[in-house]
């Protein structure tokens, strides 16, 4: 299976990739076009700042590329964040795969929201065969908006859109490299569809 994670200099890519080769999958990391089109599956993963990551995306025209895509597609953390339509970090305008808004954590509890927590509402074949109490680990000060392409949700501060699916296209904000045997189905999931 030829798995391509998308370079944007915003990626957690090391995590991503040990996952996968646990998997059995030898992924190749890339920012190049024809690549990207080629692959199997395309992995989406991000850590860092949403305005800087757009801008790396525009200069090589992968915003263009990536909503073309045809293959299943898989954002993980800033990753669905930038697959939203807007953020408020930095001003944003993201990709707009999924006609929602990223807005930031009002300072209620702790901000950022750092730790494991429970998805809920879980419905779709990423989370096929996981338990009802399934946690994952997060780390944003941002979230994405319910929508009608949320399926999944956590609670922090506010209830969020904790997975979302429109299309080839799936998005998770939480961390499932870094969220042990769950996380690893879920990316197992991913890989199988």
């Not at 073309?68 to 597609?73: H, I, S, Y």
């Not at 399926?151 to 699916?165: C, G, P, R």
Request: overall charge negative; hydrophobic content about 35%; some cysteine.
């Amino acid at each position: 299976m030829n798995v391509v994670i998308i370079k944007y200099n915003a990626g957690n890519v090391v995590s991503v990739t040990n996952t996968l080769n646990r998997l059995g999958v030898e992924p190749v990391l890339s920012d190049d076009q024809e690549t990207i089109r080629k692959a199997d599956k395309v992995i989406f993963p991000g850590v860092g700042e949403a305005s800087t990551a757009m801008e790396y995306l525009r200069a090589r025209k992968l915003d263009k590329l990536i909503v073309e895509l045809k293959q299943p597609f898989f954002g993980i953390c800033l990753g669905q964040q930038l697959m939203c339509r807007y953020s408020e970090e930095n001003d944003t305008n993201c990709l707009g795969i999924f006609d929602l808004k990223v807005k930031r954590f009002e300072p209620k509890l702790k901000v950022p929201h750092m730790g494991w927590n429970r998805l809920f509402d879980k419905k779709g074949p990423l989370f096929h065969e996981l338990p009802e109490e399934s946690f994952i680990y997060f780390v944003h000060s941002y979230y994405c908006e319910l929508g009608p392409e949320t399926i999944a949700k956590s609670d922090y501060i506010n209830e969020f859109s904790a997975a979302l699916h429109k299309d080839n296209f799936y998005a998770i904000q939480g961390h499932p490299e870094k969220s042990g045997q769950i996380g690893q189905k879920i990316i197992e999931n991913f890989l199988n569809l």
